[in-house]
């Protein structure tokens, strides 16, 4: 990385891009996680098929895959539809890069989960400590809409003890599941995910799902840090059952995964 680059991203992560993670860790070693990502790659208006790519921020998914990943966890990789993972080009650019997305391009392993992702129908949430839904423009289009996800989110959530995460508009993916009333499994539960705020600063220009939206229409109560610029805030929200771990956006990426790891730990001290 050129010198620029590397003062423009110190710069801007003393600004709130991905801060680093300096909190206790946990022992968790054995469990497993599946990190879900979405397998949109274009922003694109209704009835079009062109527009700029787009798919998953790669730090909303490397994040959390090495954070299990080094704390000693199995971690496997899903999308929606399974195969090649879309990555936001933008992601990737050399100031808005983590250090996990460096490491990720010089990881083969990694980089084979990506390409060869798991289509997420012919994956069972139960098999799982923690489901981990990854955000970016993608998900706003095949996250929330997906009857498959939001099947499997219900039925993993009444049958095991599973941990369900998300950063960003991963939380998308729990808008559309039920409970055994028919209701929103999310009614009354403490979230978020990414502010509209945020989607407004950054001029994008049109998604079908907006996820501050869809979990207020879901009956979440919705909890966000806002300030001059969203998309250097950070939050992350435990619901009151600590079955639900959800990150604003992706600065919450660290502490949504050692939240998770935190509860994990609890459920077998």
């Not at 710069?11 to 497993?32: C, I």
């Not at 809409?145 to 003890?161: G, L, N, P, R, T």
């Amino acid at each position: 990385m050129a010198l620029g680059s590397s003062s423009c991203q110190k710069a801007l992560q003393n600004r709130g891009l991905h801060p680093d993670y300096s909190g206790p860790t946990y022992e968790v070693t054995g469990k497993k996680a599946l990190i879900v990502t979405t397998s949109h790659a274009v922003l694109n208006k209704p009835g079009e098929t062109d527009g700029d790519p787009t798919g998953v921020f790669a730090s909303e998914m490397t994040i959390p895959y090495y954070d299990f990943l080094d704390a000693d966890m199995e971690v496997h990789v899903a999308s929606v539809q399974g195969g090649e993972i879309p990555i936001d080009p933008q992601s990737f650019k050399p100031a808005l890069r983590a250090p996990e997305d460096e490491r990720y391009l010089e990881d083969p392993i990694f980089q084979a989960k990506t390409t060869n992702s798991i289509p997420v129908a012919e994956v069972d949430f139960k098999d799982y400590d923690v489901v981990f839904f990854s955000g970016g423009w993608g998900a706003a289009y095949d996250m929330s809409q997906s009857e498959v996800i939001a099947e499997k989110v219900s039925d993993a959530y009444y049958a095991s003890d599973v941990i369900y995460g998300s950063v960003c508009h991963g939380a998308l993916a729990f808008t559309s599941a039920k409970d055994k009333n028919g209701q929103p499994l999310v009614q009354g539960r403490t979230m978020t995910g990414v502010t509209q705020g945020q989607l407004d600063q950054l001029n994008i220009a049109f998604t079908p799902k907006h996820p501050e939206e869809e979990l207020v229409k879901a009956g979440a109560n919705y909890q966000c840090s806002t300030g001059r610029r969203d998309f250097f805030q950070t939050l992350t929200v435990v619901d009151e059952e600590e079955r639900f771990v959800t990150g604003q956006n992706q600065n919450s990426s660290h502490e949504t995964a050692y939240q998770i790891m935190r509860i994990l730990a609890a459920q077998n001290p």
